[in-house]
T-cell receptor, first 113, second 113 residues
Framework: DTGVSQNPRHKITKRGQNVTFRCDPISEHNRLYWYRQTLGQGPEFLTYFQNEAQLEKSRLLSDRFSAERPKGSFSTLEIQRTEQGDSAMYLC???????????FGPGTRLLVL | AQSVTQPDIHITVSEGASLELRCNYSYGATPYLFWYVQSPGQGLQLLLKYFSGDTLVQGIKGFEAEFKRSQSSFNLRKPSVHWSDAAEYFC???????????WGAGTKLIIKP
């Protein structure tokens, strides 16, 4: 068990470009979560998967954001037409069952210029 | 409404001194409560959790927390801090939904030599 991993760790992009992040959860965990965190704030929920099914998506999430978990293992988060306001740390977490501990990856820090 | 409040944005403590970080919650039933720690540029690491049972919970790195239903609090304590404890600390709870953690805004711990 190597924990939750995320790639890349850092991403710098120009406004208007598309970016994609990857999250590999702990292997036996079927629940996967994406959060966004800005400086001085707690994590903000983005979306949640149970196996390959995306069960919930935050109403704060614009249509430019999409997430997939095609085989119930790793997940990708894509941001289209990035804006400067998308600059943040994007965190992935996984858990074994509902209301059990969520284990976090190291995050992907995005900077949109 | 369900919420988590961490009243202190920053706390400065001398190395070797004791520490208490405050967390208050608003929730109708007994919540599942967590404390996470985040070092600069890193993901979130679980320190401890309370689900039920003994209200004094022991965690990693010498931390403990006490659940007090009458005060709606879950304060984090450590008898003697080390310089390596400098980080940001987040309190969180699971409300009725089974996936979306509700987070406090965090408390940044600064250690004076």
């Amino acid at each position: 068990d190597t924990g939750v991993s995320q790639n890349p760790r850092h991403k710098i992009t120009k406004r208007g470009q598309n970016v994609t992040f990857r999250c590999d959860p702990i292997s036996e965990h079927n629940r996967l979560y994406w959060y966004r965190q800005t400086l001085g704030q707690g994590p903000e929920f983005l979306t949640y998967f149970q196996n390959e099914a995306q069960l919930e998506k935050s109403r704060l999430l614009s249509d430019r954001f999409s997430a997939e978990r095609p085989k119930g293992s790793f997940s990708t988060l894509e941001i289209q037409r990035t804006e400067q306001g998308d600059s943040a740390m994007y965190l992935c977490a996984s858990s074994l069952r509902p209301q059990e501990t969520q284990y976090f990856g190291p995050g992907t820090r995005l900077l949109v210029l | 409404a369900q919420s988590v409040t961490q009243p202190d944005i920053h706390i400065t403590v001398s190395e070797g001194a004791s520490l208490e970080l405050r967390c208050n919650y608003s929730y109708g039933a007994t919540p599942y409560l967590f404390w996470y720690v985040q070092s600069p540029g890193q993901g979130l690491q679980l320190l401890l959790k309370y689900f039920s049972g003994d209200t004094l919970v022991q965690g990693i790195k010498g931390f403990e927390a006490e659940f007090k239903r009458s005060q709606s609090s879950f304060n984090l304590r450590k008898p003697s801090v080390h310089w390596s404890d400098a980080a940001e600390y987040f309190c969180a709870l699971y409300p009725d939904s089974n996936y979306q953690l509700i987070w406090g805004a965090g408390t940044k711990l600064i250690i004076k030599p």
